[in-house]
């Protein structure tokens, strides 16, 4: 499949879309965008700047305040998601090749992202048409309710890792609760975001309601977060990020909803399926390369497995296909940029120094057409201790840790022992176990027997340094409501708390 037949040529800088129209950015700067697994440029995108934003943030602002989008009708709201949904359906394969050039992961592994994407817009299509509103019984004349209403304008920054599929979850909430939207790709990962954008002018939108802006976190996610036009802020990325945006966002007191990073325990028992527990521990870190925020980045096995289990987990790791994206025969892509792949090998280098055992990987691929992208093996780390840098940070990328424990409170002592809290896996055939252990941790995803399903209709989000709320399900939609109590009184007469005097 010749994937770059679907990007606009080279020469042709794309643009953002501000207020129902393609513009480009105020001072003509561009950037352009590179492919991860060879390193060549895909594609040329205007540079948004903080006064790009602040135009963008103007209209959404018009768009919910005067043109009525707050008072727009549910169903009708329904409709346009319903109409995306269908658009992109009929466009996964290119979508799906888009996401794989810009960002390294595997086709496969791309046409689920956009599979999740459409049905994230019918999901939300179907939420906002259902009730959602309640009365309530009080002790006076008094008829009480609580009504549901739209935030008003937020403003989304999205991570390069799922390009498509992170902004979507954001996107379709948003509106389908009656909100206006200014949305920021990572800087890395703009391209399907911009090809989205194509179909959400086909579908109708009224202008101002959806804004894609562009450009360098620092800049224009910054405006994002510190602009007082703006009711709330979603990010999704990295904790020092996160902090950053809740910081800036502190001084307008706007709504935040923070999905941030994660060093997550994978805890297999000696009773668990060993073929399972196996696999799952190969996908739980390798899927994406590792570039996944609830990634099983930390292996907890019961010290009685540890012989049976190790070789052939290293056996298997070293059998993955590493290549490009493309290849429909690869299992693992490239990393996002040059500059994290220098951040992951830097945390193997530290691995090392601080005495683990290197067990399988911890190199760049050079060989076999491999040399001008960023791959990196699939590393797997032994005889680690907890206050090590490779098992207390989030690295993200294909490293696995290994820590090893006897008992049970042992190996909840250990899941926990980090400052975040996204997500967890338990591997056992005890039923009762399983429950008690997945209870005890301080995790907001978790599973048993499986790891890393994920559902639309499933909260997405985490405990500690892993954020603050939820996304998907009814949760993510109600992140992006207000409540308003209302009463009425039945008995129109005066109060008589203070006297009438002559």
């Known amino acids: 499949m010749d994937t770059k037949s679907y990007l606009t040529a080279l020469e042709t800088v794309q643009n953002m879309y501000i207020d129902g129209k393609w513009v480009a950015s105020a001072t003509q700067e561009t950037r352009k965008i590179i492919n991860p697994a060879d390193g060549e440029v895909i594609g040329v995108v205007t540079e948004g700047t ?6 963008a943030i103007q209209a959404a602002r018009r768009a919910f305040d005067k043109d009525g989008w707050q008072e727009s009708k549910a169903r009708d709201r329904a409709v346009l998601l319903n109409k995306i949904a269908d658009l992109l359906e009929q466009r996964v394969e290119e979508f799906a090749s888009l996401d794989t050039l810009n960002n390294g992961k595997p086709l496969r592994e791309s046409r689920y992202d956009v599979t999740d994407a459409v049905n994230q817009f019918r999901y939300y299509a179907g939420l906002c048409t259902k009730p959602h509103g309640v009365t309530y019984d009080v002790p006076d004349d008094i008829q009480a309710m609580v009504v549901r209403e739209p935030i008003g304008v937020v403003g989304q920054i999205i991570p390069w890792n799922y390009p498509l599929v992170m902004a979507t979850q954001k996107i379709a909430p948003a509106i389908a609760a009656g909100c206006t939207v200014v949305i920021k790709p990572a800087e890395q990962t703009p391209l399907s975001l911009i090809r989205l954008f194509e179909i959400i002018d086909e579908a109708g939108f009224p202008p101002g309601v959806i804004n894609l802006v562009l450009g360098a976190g620092e800049c224009v996610g910054a405006e994002l977060a510190e602009s007082p036009l703006v009711d709330k802020v979603a990010f999704t990325g990295g904790t020092d990020t996160g902090i950053k945006i809740m910081k800036a966002a502190a001084d307008t007191i706007k709504k935040v909803g923070l999905e941030l990073g994660g060093k997550s325990p994978n805890i297999v028992f000696a009773d668990a399926d060993f073929e399972t527990a196996v696999d799952y521990a190969l996908f739980a870190i390798f899927s994406n390369q590792g570039e996944v925020c609830s990634a099983g980045s930390r292996l907890l096995l019961e010290e009685s497995l540890y012989d049976r289990f190790v070789p052939e ?24 940029t040059a500059e994290h792949m220098g951040r992951v090998l830097w945390f193997i280098e530290e691995g090392k120094k601080e005495g683990a055992t290197l067990l399988c990987g911890g190199n760049r691929l050079t060989e076999n057409g491999l040399e001008k992208g960023y791959f990196v093996e699939p590393t797997i780390f032994t005889n680690t201790t907890p206050d090590m840098k490779i098992v207390q940070e989030e690295i993200f990328g294909p490293v696995l840790v290994i820590q090893t424990f006897q008992t049970e409170e042992e190996a909840i002592e250990l899941a926990n022992g980090t400052r975040f809290g996204l ?31 994920t559902f639309n209709e499933a909260p997405w989000g985490g405990y500690k340094q892993s954020g603050i709320g939820r996304e998907l399900g009814t949760y993510g939609y109600e992140k992006y409501l207000e409540i308003k109590q209302i009463n009425v009184n039945l008995n129109v007469q005066p109060s008589g708390w203070f006297k009438k005097r002559q």
């Open 50 to 55: 903080r006064e790009d934003v602040k135009v």
């Open 313 to 336: 987990l290293v056996a298997r790791a070293k059998q993955i296909k590493v290549g490009p994206g493309a290849d429909e025969e690869s299992e693992m892509g490239p990393l996002i």
């Open 423 to 453: 997500a967890g896996g338990v591997f056992t055939s005890d039923v009762a176990k399983a429950h008690r252990v997945i209870r005890k941790l301080k995790a907001g995803i978790t599973w048993i027997n499986t790891y890393h399903p």
